[in-house]
């Protein structure tokens, strides 16, 4: 699973399948891996002068090590990093941006069995969100919906309905409540998930195929994983990143 689950071959991977299938595989933000891909990155830098970017540890967690810049002298080229187009426009919950942690279960490779759980959590961050720009592109309150970030911040609020941790069925109300088709944004979810899915099959299937080759029955192990999905103002998903759920 670490063909998805780390940010370096996840990027690595989304870009494959983008340059074959850019029609199926445009539900990322636009991703570089520095600094083999600096060249690329300068070049899309060069001509949008006004983007802002998100850079990320290849292997971190928890907001570690993470940045948001709109200069790009502030880029280290040479460091290993994730560098990604920061999605502006994303869509807010009570003024705030979020983030959804959806649950799936990998109960079978052979055949593939993909379960997504119908609750989970959706993450806020605890300061008014607003468009990037040099002023506050440091806040990380504002800008970063990581549970780990944000509950140092006394804005931080601990309720699961109303709070800066909810749950998903709580923001499924919510958007019925404004009128958005929730059954078009899960569909369009299970679809991130399964095509997200299909780039580690090959790798996971092998492996499985050599662990267990006398299996031929019930299936002898699964996974657990979190596919972090990033809303747009049209309820368009974006793929953030995926990562191993430890039971």
Not at 115 to 121: E, H, P, R, S
Not at 147 to 165: A, H, P, Q, R, T
Not at 189 to 202: G, R, S
């Amino acid at each position: 699973m670490s063909e998805i689950c780390r940010k370096d071959s996840l990027a690595r991977n989304l870009n494959t399948m983008s340059n074959s299938f850019p029609d199926d595989y445009n539900f990322y933000p636009m991703t570089w891996y520095l600094p083999s891909d600096y060249i690329k990155f300068q070049t899309y830098m060069n001509q949008h002068k006004s983007a802002a970017y998100i850079l990320k540890p290849a292997t971190g967690s928890q907001g570690t090590g993470i940045y948001i810049t709109k200069s790009p002298k502030k880029i280290n080229q040479y460091k290993q990093m994730i560098c990604q187009l920061y999605i502006s426009k994303p869509l807010l919950l009570d003024g705030y941006k979020f983030d959804m942690r959806v649950y799936t279960l990998i109960a079978s490779c052979d055949p593939l069995k993909i379960y997504v759980y119908n609750d989970g959590l959706v993450r806020l961050a605890t300061e008014p969100y607003a468009t990037p720009s040099h002023s506050n592109v440091n806040d990380r309150f504002m800008h970063l919906t990581n549970y780990s970030v944000n509950k140092c911040n006394k804005m931080y609020i601990d309720n699961e309905l109303f709070g800066s941790k909810r749950r998903i069925t709580a923001l499924g109300d919510w958007l019925r409540s404004k009128g958005y088709d929730v059954k078009k944004i899960w569909n369009e979810i299970d679809d991130v998930i399964i095509k997200t899915m299909i780039l580690a099959y090959p790798f996971v299937n092998r492996s499985y195929q050599t662990c267990f080759s006398d299996h031929k029955y019930t299936p002898p192990c699964f996974e657990i994983l979190g596919f972090d999905i990033l809303l747009d103002e049209r309820c368009k998903p974006y793929l953030l990143e995926v990562r191993y759920i430890y039971i």
